[in-house]
């Protein structure tokens, strides 16, 4: 039995440590977005550093959580955004770690800065998971 939320809870992810290179650490993450959204939470992921590499065309199609290569990690976000969810990539990240020729995945809901991670994470209303 699931414990009763607050009204309109939400729940903010920030994915930096998870990048192209550890392709394994971002499948719980993308996991716990689609229960928060099962549970009705409104739910945000934010990407940082070069985690923001994941909204990269291509790349995320190209990478799997396990060795069983049974999803691909874009499938993985497709499912998250068809939740509920929505993705975002800091805008400094983004300057430093995708070039200006490379394409983001239709999915990205564009550049939030770091003060828009941060204003959620003191919302009372608001739970945040880093991975």
Known sequence: ???????????????????????ELLATPLIHALAARALDCEVEIHFAGPAVRWLVEGVAAAQFAGP?????????????????????????AQAAWIAPQETLLPLCSGPRGATAFVARTLQAEWKTLVY
């Open 1 to 23: 039995m699931n414990p009763p939320l607050a009204d309109n809870p939400g729940l903010v992810l920030l994915i930096w440590a998870a990048t192209p290179d550890r392709p």
């Open 68 to 92: 069983n290569r049974e999803k691909s990690l874009l499938e993985f976000l497709q499912d998250a955004v068809s939740a509920g969810a929505s993705l975002h990539l800091c805008s400094m």
